[in-house]
C-alpha cells in the first residue's frame, strides 16, 4: 500500500462520519424545533439516519464475534453503532418526549 493512502475500510469511515454529521445536524435542528410537526418530522428523519448508521456499521464487525475492535476507526465505528442504536430507541420508543418532560420538570 502506498504511503499516505487509507485502506479500502477508508470509504466505510467517510460512510459512518457523514451519516453521524447528519445526525448530529438532526438534533440540532430538534432543539430548535418550531411546533410539534416539525418535531416529529425531524424525529422521523433522525430515527432514519440511525438505522442508516446501524446498518453501515454493524456488517462490519458481525463476523468478528467477541472480539474487541483494535484499531481507532473500529473503534470509533463501533461508538457510532451505540449512538445510533441509542437514537433509533429514543426517537422511536417514545424516550425524547420522557426526556422532555423531565428537563422541564426541573
Given at each position: 500500500?502506498a504511503?499516505?493512502r487509507?485502506?479500502?475500510?477508508g470509504?466505510?469511515n467517510?460512510?459512518v462520519?457523514?451519516?453521524v454529521?447528519?445526525i448530529?445536524?438532526?438534533?440540532?435542528?430538534?432543539?430548535g424545533?418550531r411546533?410539534e410537526?416539525?418535531r416529529?418530522?425531524?424525529?422521523?428523519?433522525?430515527?432514519?439516519?440511525g438505522?442508516?448508521?446501524?446498518?453501515r456499521?454493524h456488517?462490519?464487525?458481525g463476523?468478528?464475534g467477541?472480539?474487541?475492535?483494535?484499531?481507532?476507526?473500529?473503534?470509533?465505528?463501533l461508538?457510532?453503532?451505540?449512538?445510533?442504536?441509542?437514537?433509533?430507541t429514543?426517537?422511536?420508543?417514545?424516550?425524547?418526549?420522557?426526556?422532555?418532560?423531565l428537563r422541564?420538570r426541573s
Amino acid at each position: 500500500m502506498a504511503r499516505g493512502r487509507m485502506p479500502s475500510i477508508g470509504s466505510t469511515n467517510l460512510h459512518v462520519g457523514a451519516a453521524v454529521a447528519e445526525i448530529e445536524g438532526l438534533y440540532t435542528a430538534l432543539r430548535g424545533a418550531r411546533d410539534e410537526h416539525h418535531r416529529e418530522r425531524i424525529l422521523a428523519d433522525l430515527a432514519e439516519a440511525g438505522r442508516r448508521l446501524t446498518a453501515r456499521t454493524h456488517p462490519t464487525q458481525g463476523n468478528r464475534g467477541a472480539l474487541r475492535p483494535r484499531s481507532r476507526w473500529e473503534r470509533r465505528r463501533l461508538l457510532a453503532a451505540r449512538g445510533a442504536d441509542l437514537v433509533a430507541t429514543f426517537a422511536t420508543d417514545g424516550g425524547w418526549s420522557r426526556w422532555a418532560r423531565l428537563r422541564n420538570r426541573s
